[in-house]
C-alpha cells in the first residue's frame, strides 16, 4: 500500500464465526488445490482480517476468490461451485463502463439502485466521523478552494455536476484519476464570493450549493449546501472556517 491506514478493532465480531469461514479453505473444493496452491496464508490474512474488523466491501468473499484465482493460475484444476457453498455471488459485470480511483470499489448504489463507484470503508472512516463531504479549506491571500470526496457525493446521490458556488457558472473541476472534486476562486474570478469586514478581519464567503437561482422558483437537488469561508487578518491568514450544512 502506498498509504497506511490505522483503524480500532471492532470488539463485537465473533472470532469463532469468521475462523469456521476462512476455513473453508481447508475443505472441498478447495483441496484439489493444495497439492500446488498453499491455503494458509490465505486462512492467516482471512482470520487476521475479519476477526478485527467488519466484513466491509465484500471482504467475506474476496479471500477465499483469491485463492481460487492462485489456484487457477498454477494449474487446470477446476473448483466445482465453490461459489454456492460459500455462498458468494459471481463477479458481475456492471463496472466495464468506468474506472475507480484507488480509495473506490464499483458495487450498487444505495440510493437508486444503479451502480457507482464508491468509497472503501476505510477511506471514507474519517470524514464519517466527522461529518464532512471533504477537505477543510484552502485559503491564499487572494483565492480560496475546497475539495470534495466525488464517492462520498455518490452514495449521498448527489450529482457532482449539478453543484456549483454562488456564481453558477462556477463549477468543480473533477479530478479523473482521485475522483476529488474541487471549486475555486480568486480575486480575477470571484464566483459570487461575498466580501464582509468585521473589527480587523476580511471575511470571504461562498456557498457550494445545488439550488438554481435563474427562475423564480427554486429549484433544490438534495438541499445540498456547503459553506465555506476564509478569515484573513491583514496582511497574514489567521484563521480558516469550514461548515457544512447537508439538508
Known amino acids: 500500500c502506498t498509504m497506511q491506514y490505522t483503524d ?3 470488539s463485537t465480531i465473533n472470532c469463532n464465526t469468521t475462523t469456521e469461514r476462512c476455513n473453508l479453505l481447508k475443505e472441498a473444493p478447495f483441496t484439489t488445490c493444495h497439492s500446488h496452491t498453499d491455503p494458509t496464508p490465505y486462512i492467516t490474512a482471512c482470520t487476521e482480517t ?22 487457477s493460475l498454477r494449474s487446470n484444476d477446476e473448483l466445482a461451485d465453490w461459489r454456492s457453498k460459500a455462498g458468494c455471488s459471481p463477479p458481475q459485470v456492471f463496472c466495464q463502463d468506468r474506472i475507480c480511483s484507488a480509495h473506490e470499489f464499483c458495487a450498487e448504489k444505495t440510493v437508486g439502485g444503479e451502480h457507482g463507484c464508491l468509497c472503501r470503508a476505510i477511506f471514507a ?3 464519517r466521523l466527522t461529518g464532512t463531504f471533504g477537505e477543510p479549506t484552502v485559503c491564499d491571500k487572494n483565492s480560496g478552494s475546497v475539495t470534495l470526496v466525488g464517492c462520498l457525493l455518490e452514495e449521498k446521490g448527489i450529482d457532482f455536476s449539478s453543484l456549483h458556488l454562488n456564481d453558477q457558472t462556477c463549477t468543480g473541476q473533477m479530478n479523473e484519476l482521485t475522483h476529488m472534486l474541487t471549486f475555486n476562486f480568486d480575486s480575477s474570478n470571484t464566483c459570487g464570493t461575498v466580501a464582509t469586514a468585521e473589527n480587523n478581519q476580511l471575511i470571504y464567503k461562498n456557498t457550494i450549493t445545488t439550488q438554481n437561482s435563474s427562475s423564480d422558483n427554486i429549484v433544490r437537488h438534495n438541499q445540498f449546501y456547503i459553506d465555506f469561508s476564509c478569515f484573513y487578518t491583514q496582511p497574514d491568514i489567521k484563521t480558516v472556517a469550514f461548515k457544512i450544512r447537508d439538508r
Open 125 to 127: 472512516s474519517p470524514y
Open 50 to 71: 475479519l476477526c478485527n474488523y467488519p466484513a466491509v466491501d465484500g471482504l467475506n468473499c474476496q479471500f477465499l476468490e483469491a485463492y481460487a484465482r492462485a489456484c
Open 8 to 10: 480500532t478493532a471492532d
